[in-house]
């Protein structure tokens, strides 16, 4: 699984460095559905929906889940996403998130744990690939399970990636029109 994120990020950063020319994505209104492998201090990786609200501010809603012959984990969180610089071609975000995680041991009382997070992160478009973000988080995470509070790097790692298709499904609609229609 590390080594999955290990590639991932060192794909999107050699797309970063040579990749296309687009403009500034207008992501108001607009929902992204997809995968986001920084949700849990504890490597669950994670289905992920995000929605502009409007160009500088998004809600992200994330729910991951592991079973195995240990223990079986549930976490579920929300972040928010402020942008605080828009390239051509990439946003970074200001990013903030909070979450709770419930472990299952198959020996053992269940356990809850509260985590929160402070970071920031990029998305990334290609010109020829419009709805389809590459994005990626740096930060720290605060966790707190049965009084054992641990502060450190997001998910394990530094570094954490995303994936997410936008859908215009709430995005205004513009209709195009090309000035010669007739005047009833």
Known sequence: MKIARIGLTALMLIFLVSGGVSSAKDLKGKLGAGFNSQLSPRDVDALSGIYWINNELGIQGLVGFQFNDVVDEFDAGA??????????????DAIGGVGIVHLN????????????????????????????????????????????????????????????????????????????EADE
């Open 105 to 180: 041991p198959d020996e053992g009382d269940s356990e809850n744990a509260f985590w929160a997070s402070i970071g920031l992160g990029i998305e990334y478009f290609f010109s020829g690939l419009p709805n389809l973000g590459f994005s990626t988080d740096v930060g720290f995470t605060l966790v707190d399970i049965d009084d054992n509070t641990t502060f450190g790097s997001s998910a394990d790692t530094f570094v954490g990636a995303g994936i997410h298709y936008y859908f215009d499904l709430f995005a205004p609609s513009v209709k195009k029109t090309s000035g010669l």
């Open 79 to 92: 972040k928010v996403h402020f942008k605080i610089k828009d390239e051509e071609n990439l946003h970074v």
